[in-house]
């Protein structure tokens, strides 16, 4: 199945872009709506454009549109900042629901922003608060009435192995945990259903899967019953009650504006309000089924092509995510053999191979070509070349 949105993307002739999942590509209306925002907006309103133009609204107008991509309800979810920093909201929020207990529980297989962010939040509470990170096949086994708060990020960054996350709620629930689900490699992956899943936090990057570019803004969502018991440990004036009312003192905004913090990034917000245009009237169902398919394909085969690499990844679509990974031994070297060759993905250390699979503008022919080249590469050892063994600053 194709969906017929590459003309929306801008992409290079020879590019067989697999790295959509760590950084989308540019879509076609991003530059004209930039051009329109710098020059019909600040350059001709200048501060006037926070009310003319709806830039105050930006946060909540815009993550609306997210929100439908991952069932949060209109008014549950803003956009700001970056993920590391929304993982902290989340957390701190959590911890506070739950002030008699100190287990903040997460996975091995988790990104590690998530648990520095866990690390540093402990160490200044100073409340004797421990990070307990366990195998992620033994994560649901160890919820318990200790737990404070469950940090899960869906798929594996690496392996693209996916959690039942249902499964894993459900369980939080029943010993009184609370969940922060990490949706990085979700939002515009498959289907989510967050109000549907009872977790009280989500969070996310729009840059991977939804296309907002280097630096777009992340999100938080807030099941609505709690939002109103939410004391913001980053109380910026953007989250207060009356940021025009320049108060002395700090009280949280009603309902989701509270998880604002400081001035929104609108250049930013404009180029991803953009890119979502290319998610209208599509399902994430059928996102899904086509990522499925081609997934498949893929790991056929490169299989069937390059006996030296190994599927990393789950071989049951239902228990993946949008990307596929192989390990190989040089890695590294083969994928800048790869990216030299017109085929992008990325490396992720110690051996792992990483493809994003992402069917709005990705079709059966890139596969196919992409397999064929890593075929060349392998079978000729075209990997092995001095230039492609020295490690740049990002891999
Ligand atoms: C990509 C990713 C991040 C990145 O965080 P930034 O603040 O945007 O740099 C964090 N967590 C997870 C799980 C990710 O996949």
């Excluded at 930039?34 to 003319?52: C, F, P, S, Y």
């Excluded at 902290?88 to 287990?103: G, W």
């Excluded at 498959?190 to 939804?210: H, I, P, R």
């Excluded at 940021?243 to 180029?271: H, K, N, Q």
Aim: charged fraction near 20%; proline fraction near 6%; glycine fraction near 8%.
């Amino acid at each position: 199945m194709t969906l017929p949105r590459k003309h929306l993307f801008h992409l290079p002739e020879d590019v067989i872009y697999l790295d959509g999942n760590s950084l989308g590509p540019l879509a076609r209306s991003v530059p004209d709506r930039l051009d329109t925002t710098l020059r019909a907006e600040w350059g001709a309103h200048l501060i006037t454009a926070w009310n003319t133009d709806g830039w105050m609204a930006a946060p909540t107008r815009v993550a609306d549109r997210i929100g439908r991509l991952i069932g949060a309800e209109p008014g549950s979810i803003v956009l700001g900042d970056t993920l590391t920093i929304k993982v902290h909201q989340a957390l701190s929020a959590a911890l506070s629901l739950r002030p008699d207990r100190r287990v903040i529980l997460s996975d091995t297989g988790n990104f590690p922003t998530d648990l520095y962010m866990a690390e540093g939040l402990i160490a200044q509470l100073g409340r004797g608060h421990e990070l307990r990170t366990v195998a992620p096949e033994d994560l649901a086994q160890a919820i318990d009435d200790n737990t404070a708060a469950l940090l899960v990020t869906e798929v594996d960054y690496r392996t693209g192995r996916r959690h039942d996350m249902s499964d894993l709620i459900d369980r939080a629930k029943a010993h009184g945990a609370i969940t922060i689900w990490d949706m990085a490699h979700s939002a515009g992956a498959f289907e989510v259903d967050f109000a549907g899943s009872g977790a009280e936090f989500a969070v996310g990057c729009t840059y991977k899967y939804l296309n907002s570019g280097p630096g777009g803004p992340a999100f938080i969502a807030v099941r609505p019953d709690i939002l109103p018991t939410i004391q913001p440990a980053l109380s910026g004036w953007m989250g207060h009650g009356a940021p025009f009312a320049f108060e002395l003192s700090y009280r949280a905004g009603a309902g989701i504006e509270r998880m604002r913090v400081g001035t929104p990034p609108i250049l930013a917000i404009a180029a991803l309000d953009a890119a979502l245009d290319a998610w209208e009237g599509l399902s994430m169902a059928d996102v899904r089924a086509a990522s499925i398919a081609l997934s498949q394909r893929f790991i056929t085969q490169v299989e069937a092509r390059c006996p030296d690499l190994t599927l990393a990844s789950p071989r049951d679509p239902e228990e993946r995510g949008s990307q596929v990974a192989f390990r190989f031994e040089n890695g590294y070297a083969a994928m800048q053999a790869l990216i030299a060759r017109g085929v992008i993905g990325d490396f992720r250390a110690p051996d792992i191979m990483r493809f994003g699979i992402t069917p709005l503008y990705l079709d059966e022919s890139d596969i196919v070509k992409a397999a064929a080249i890593m075929e060349d590469v392998m079978a000729n050892r075209l990997w092995d070349d001095p230039a492609y063994h020295a490690r740049q600053r990002v891999t």
